[in-house]
């Protein structure tokens, strides 16, 4: 969605012609796939025989279900999300290291980034983000510090520390980094929107890039956060009732608070109803 586009490292030298917005356009063709799939061979070996082809998830379909959705945004909104505990901050350590990886695959296959330092948001809609990221091989980051979640969320969360890797004199964030990568490789490779099924196909994208002990915080950091921005108790009527546009106490989605970074895992059967919504379809024969 919008509100959570990430960012991305800089790419190899060489420049191309100038759009005719005066936007650098790149001549090599950005192929997201490729790096996607190499990074899986490397650093999933064990898992290859059992995973989908990276090319094969672009043909994914997802079954939305709302009532699952507003039971994820619910007990988001009710967990304390503080949690210290070992088990949970070994996750975390592992989703970092593997993140900076995939940071690192998305850097060689020619990406280049920069901190977005203007009003708003860097990209209109999915349709900017992966145009502009496509024609330019550049990708704007709005970064944690400038609004992700609300004004008071400045707890600590792991997710919130420096990185050491820095852009345009900026020193990222975990979570810069981890909504870089979900952009690219959730959004822009397969063009995935920002709406909650756009969502769920690339989360369910970036997923298959990191070991499976990492899936439940990439779930509360991705489908858990998503779920309470787009069907969070504090949307619904009275009588429990998600207002649709035009309908008295819709919120527009610009007008909607961003939702508290939290730290806690759900119980296994939400990653089971998650999964369990996504079909493959058949290659063309």
């Keep these: ?34 790096a996607a799939q190499a990074h899986v061979d490397r650093w999933l ?14 043909r994914a379909r997802v079954r939305l279900d709302e009532e699952f959705c507003r039971e994820v945004a619910a007990c988001y909104d009710a ?35 920069e901190p977005w330092r203007g009003e708003g948001q860097p990209y209109r809609d ?21 609004g992700h979640g609300p004004p008071s969320d400045t707890g600590a969360h792991p997710l919130r520390e420096p990185s050491g890797v820095r852009e345009g004199g900026v020193e990222f964030r975990h979570n810069d980094l981890l909504r870089a990568v979900h952009d690219l ?31 439940p915080v990439l779930f509360t950091e991705q489908i858990g956060q998503l779920c309470w921005f787009f069907f969070g108790p504090h949307l619904l009527t009275r009588t429990g009732r998600l ?17 508290r970074q939290k730290v806690f895992t759900y119980p296994d059967h939400f990653l089971d109803a998650f999964h369990a919504m996504f079909q493959l379809e058949e290659e063309p024969g």
């Design 243 to 259: 207002p649709v546009r035009g309908e008295p106490g819709y919120v527009p989605p610009s007008r909607r608070p961003y939702p």
């Design 185 to 215: 490789f959730g959004h822009v490779m397969f063009g995935h929107g920002f709406g909650p099924k756009g969502e769920f196909l690339a989360t369910r994208c970036q997923m298959h890039l990191y070991t499976r002990d990492v899936h």
């Design 126 to 146: 999915s349709s900017d983000l992966c145009g502009s990221v496509a024609l330019t091989r550049r990708l704007q980051v709005y970064l944690t510090g400038a």
């Design 79 to 113: 967990a304390d999300g503080s949690a210290d505990d070992p088990v949970l901050l070994r996750r975390y350590e592992s989703l970092k290291r593997q993140n900076l990886r995939l940071y690192q695959a998305a850097t060689d296959a020619g990406v280049a980034v």
């Design 45 to 58: 070996p064990g898992r290859r025989s059992r995973r989908v082809p990276i090319a094969r998830l672009g």
């Design 1 to 34: 969605m919008a509100t959570w586009t990430g960012s991305m490292p800089d790419g190899p030298p060489g420049r191309g012609a100038v759009g005719e917005a005066g936007t650098e356009v790149r001549a090599e063709r950005l192929d997201l796939q490729s």
